[in-house]
């Protein structure tokens, strides 16, 4: 391996070392506060490997990896939502789980976040899986985490017993695949072939990545994970899980052009279709923030598809990519503030704040994390001044120039329909409560408090002045692949 | 001048009067009234100096070639004045009214304007539909936080339309610039480059149509009028003057500024159903109005039909040599009744609010004879009920008349039924008046407080400037002529 691709590799093996240290600090010497601040300052540290990373080129490791900007770009994210959920985390666990054994959530945490850097940058099937696994197998552990609940307990074996079906679907379906073409790296799976051996292998990986992001009707279990599991894992379940899956398919789909296959194609925009549709109706059922946002999140993978369809659809993928990142970075910002501040106000009490009813009075009692909240419901429906507006606006945009008319009329019914849920979040927060509805959070969490805010404030500045995303994604676009 | 820095003033206003609230809980109203009075002076001496028309081009999203681009015109000019002068209006009407977080309130007030006066100048079209939604969300919280008993519903009826027809919008808009990119290779949101887009037929019929519903939501016309009773209702009263005030005034700009600059041929083809539904909401809105015992409601369904007036005289296209061409008249009419209607409907929601602050009740059937308490409201509502109907030497009468006068070369039984408005109009005027301020006093109603020099002083400003448009709109017409002109040219 040359000294360039040393340098590509540097953000994961620190990410591997720290998290071996961590390993060790813990076994050794246990220390709540130690752990979490010795996992921001590791996170902290990747992120500082990453411009160098980018600078070293596009990197292929044995064809197993391939490390460019545009896996950087997701690096840089999950990375970033790691130590947001780490400073969410902190006080959340120290009240809530039991004291022998706070410090593995970190250890957990940063092995997730590795395995979607490896997601993010997998050009071999091998790659693709282990790194699925690596993010699947640290979130069993950690929606089980406060182990006193039952809930936790129930979302866990759901998501695992589900999750393990997907991963063998997916398993199968690369055999299948290896089998038609002899081969297991992206680059050499050819897309619209006709052998009916290599569209069943497709199809299953496509089915079981279908799972991952959630998408109808692969969806089931969506809503009961999100609402057993611990607001800030849930935070981090719907973004770094779904980030990475969707990173590793936009890789997939470029190198193998595989929608340019119209029955494939056309099965994806079904899916995207009926994702947006049904994400929404179904949210309007609901009384419950956590399933709310669930829900939600099935319609916003449902529109990020458009950006993925346009990878074939387009002569050339770069729009798509970008559109894809962009959004992705977008739906970041927007689900971790809300779960933020979710989290802020279910710290040191003993459930969740999960019911809408639980937040009325917000505006009076918290109006900063009422703000965040608002902000981010408003940047989910899309309005202007939030950065889901300008995600929306680049769905739009690429979705015209690919004329991807049906599914534009999807996402503009889609959106119609959410604008009404997502208000009914922010006007709960200004109803007069009822009596006894309010639970008082007995604990102030600091660093969750000054993370949502960060997250509030950069909804807006990026919803106002998008430019600095816009410019990293393209510059990542243009490094894709080298 | 400089139109961001207004904006950006009106803004910041909004956040000091927030803040200010922790110092006296009296300090948001000063707040409020004193930043509109001081961009209301500013946009007056500009306007004196004759510096109020300029242009501001600033790069804000490359990528999309997206610019911050601002210019005041004659018609914008009008609209920002007006927006600023209710502005004073909606602070001075609700003083006494909230009690609950008032810094939040005059924040609200101050953020819709702004959103409003960055409306009536972006000559981009992202920057337009920027402030088109910015506008939304502080008239949201008005309504859903002050309103009145069903106010969830209706700022949820009110936000859904507007969202959902403003989506229709920005997909119309991404389309439009979309195929102008196509033709040309420039990627822009420009207004004035966009003007020019070459379309086929058929695409520009529906792009115009997505324009167009946004628009007529927004304005309303019949049949996506049924967000504005609600809303109108349940708003708070400074909420209700800004909405028929202004907010209405935005839809019918985006008429006039966009829908028919951007698309002659698709309007054109397009014209006599638009005056179709103009009349109908004319009439329709009429006889909703009379059928009302609800004060407010009244005056909202009044709304409705009298912008049914301005969607018939901006689509009254007519026959020149052949060809089909804007109408100035007509034109010219719309933007006379957009201003005439900004003051006698704001007056009136004023008098609704202060009504409903003294009695509890919006029901006509509990007032009547409400003169002998309260001359002065009387007399206030009487001038404000005329001149809403459409009385000679009035704001109001002024733009009604050019709409008929130029709707009758277009289409002669449309001209009718709209002249049959007016009659309706007297009616539910009428009505109104009788009901609430004549016959026999009401003797569960004990003492009104009458309107004090505050609310007096507002009234007669108002009062003054309807006069004026109605003897001698000249200067009005001159202010609004040479935009017109330059549609006329367009196609």
């Known amino acids: 391996m040359s000294a360039a691709a040393w340098s590509a590799l540097l953000p994961y093996l620190v990410l ?91 250890i957990l945490l940063l092995s997730a976040t590795l395995g979607a850097m490896t997601m993010a940058s997998a050009a071999h099937f091998a790659a693709f899986l282990l790194g699925l696994e690596i993010v699947s197998i640290s979130l069993y552990a950690m929606i089980a985490y406060p182990e006193e609940g039952q809930a936790p307990l129930e979302a866990a074996m759901k998501y695992l017993v589900l999750s393990g079906v997907a991963s063998t679907t997916m398993l199968f379906g690369m055999a299948l695949v290896y089998a038609a073409v002899g081969t297991m790296a992206f680059g050499a799976v050819l897309g619209a072939s006709s052998d009916p051996l290599l569209i069943a292998g497709q199809v299953m990986i496509l089915a079981a990545v279908a799972f991952k992001l959630s998408l109808v009707p692969f969806h089931m279990w969506t809503p009961d994970v999100y609402q057993g599991a611990p607001a800030p894992v849930t935070g981090f379940v719907a973004t770094v899980s779904k980030g990475g899956v969707l990173a590793v398919l936009l890789r997939y789909l470029v190198e193998t052009d595989l929608l340019s296959h119209e029955a494939l194609f056309l099965a994806v925009s079904l899916i995207a279709i009926v994702s947006m549709v049904v994400g929404n109706v179904l949210a309007l059922l609901q009384d419950n923030l956590k399933r709310i946002l669930a829900y939600s999140s099935i319609a916003h993978i449902g529109y990020l598809l458009i950006a993925v369809l346009v990878v074939s659809a387009l002569a050339t993928p770069a729009m798509a990519l970008e559109t894809g990142m962009f959004y992705l970075a977008g739906y970041f910002l927007m689900t971790l503030a809300a779960f933020g501040a979710m989290t802020v106000l279910s710290t040191g009490a003993p459930s969740d704040t999960e019911s809408l009813a639980a937040y009325a009075g917000l505006y009076w009692r918290r109006p900063v994390l009422a703000a965040v909240l608002t902000a981010a419901a408003l940047s989910l429906a899309g309005i202007p001044l939030t950065v889901g507006f300008i995600a929306k606006f680049y769905l739009f945009a690429a979705g015209i120039e690919a004329e991807l008319w049906a599914l534009l009329w999807a996402l503009v019914i889609g959106s119609a329909i959410g604008i009404y849920y997502y208000l009914r979040i922010v006007f709960s927060m200004i109803r007069t409560p009822d009596d006894g509805a309010v639970p008082a959070a007995s604990v102030r969490s600091i660093e969750g408090i000054a993370a949502a805010s960060v997250l509030g404030a950069a909804i807006v500045v990026f919803g106002i002045f998008p430019t600095p995303v816009i410019d990293v994604a393209r510059d990542a676009v243009r490094a894709f692949g080298g | ?162 969202q959902i027809s403003g989506l229709l919008m920005l997909f119309a808009i991404l389309a439009l610039v979309y195929f102008h990119y196509a033709a040309t290779g420039l990627l822009t949101f420009n207004y004035h480059d966009l003007l020019g887009a070459e379309l086929s037929r058929d695409v520009a019929f529906a792009l115009m149509l997505g324009f167009f519903v946004a628009f007529v939501v927004k304005l309303p016309g019949v049949p996506f009028h049924t967000w504005l009773p609600d809303a109108h209702t349940q708003a708070p009263t400074a909420g209700s003057v800004i909405l028929a005030g202004i907010l209405l005034k935005t839809g019918a700009y985006g008429l006039i500024r966009f829908v028919v600059p951007l698309f002659p041929e698709a309007s054109a083809d397009f014209a006599w159903w638009a005056m179709f539904l103009g009349a109908l909401s004319i009439l329709y809105g009429g006889y909703m109005a009379y059928s009302q015992s609800d004060f407010k409601r009244l005056v909202a369904y009044s709304s409705v039909a009298h912008m049914g007036f301005v969607l018939l005289g901006v689509f009254a296209f007519h026959e020149v040599d052949g060809v089909l061409v804007t109408n100035e008249l007509g034109m010219q009419g719309a933007i006379v009744t957009m201003i005439a209607h900004g003051f006698s409907t704001a007056a009136l929601f004023m008098m609704a609010g202060a009504l409903q602050e003294r009695l509890h009740t919006r029901e006509m059937s509990r007032m009547g004879g409400l003169w002998v308490r309260a001359p002065r409201m009387g007399v206030m509502t009487m001038f404000f009920v005329i001149a809403s109907v459409g009385m000679p030497g009035l704001g109001n009468f002024i733009g009604e008349f050019l709409v008929l006068l130029g709707a009758f070369k277009a289409s002669i039984p449309l001209t009718i039924a709209g002249a049959l408005g007016v009659v309706v109009a007297a009616v539910y005027g009428l009505v109104l008046l009788q009901r609430a301020f004549q016959g026999t006093p009401n003797p569960d109603i004990p003492v009104m407080r009458d309107f004090g020099w505050r609310e007096m002083s507002v009234m007669v400003l108002m009062m003054v400037a309807l006069v004026w448009i109605g003897v001698y709109p000249q200067p009005l017409l001159d202010l609004s002529g040479p935009v017109i002109e330059l549609l006329w040219e367009a196609p």
């Open chain 2, 1 to 162: 001048m400089n139109i961001l820095a207004l904006i950006l003033f009106l803004l910041l206003g909004g956040v000091v009067a927030w803040a200010s609230e922790r110092v006296h809980p009296n300090a948001p109203r000063w707040v409020g009234l004193l930043t509109f009075v001081a961009a209301g002076l500013y946009l007056a001496n500009a306007w004196a100096g004759g510096y109020a028309y300029a242009n501001q081009y600033i790069e804000w999203i490359p990528r999309f070639g997206i610019h911050v681009i601002l210019s005041m015109d004659g018609l914008s000019l009008m609209l920002v004045a007006l927006t600023l002068f209710l502005g004073i209006v909606a602070v001075v009407s609700s003083w006494t009214e909230t009690e609950r977080s008032h810094g939040f309130f005059q924040f609200n007030i101050l953020w819709v304007m702004a959103g409003v006066v960055g409306v009536f100048t972006a000559f981009d079209l992202f920057l337009f539909f920027f402030f088109w939604e910015v506008m939304l969300i502080p008239m949201y919280f008005l309504i859903a936080i002050w309103g009145h008993e069903a106010r969830a519903y209706a700022a949820m009826k009110f936000f859904l339309f507007t």
């Open chain 1, 16 to 106: 591997t070392g720290a998290l071996l240290v961590l390993l060790l600090v813990v076994s050794f010497r246990r220390g709540h506060a130690l752990a979490m601040w010795l996992t921001v300052a590791a996170l902290v540290a990747t992120l500082a490997t990453l411009p160098g990373s980018n600078a070293a080129g596009a990197q292929s490791i044995d064809g197993f990896l391939t490390i460019d900007a545009f896996a950087n770009f997701f690096n840089g994210l999950f990375v970033l939502t790691a130590i947001v959920t780490a400073l969410l985390g902190y006080r959340y666990l120290d009240a809530r789980a039991s004291r022998a054994h706070r410090e593995e959530f970190y």
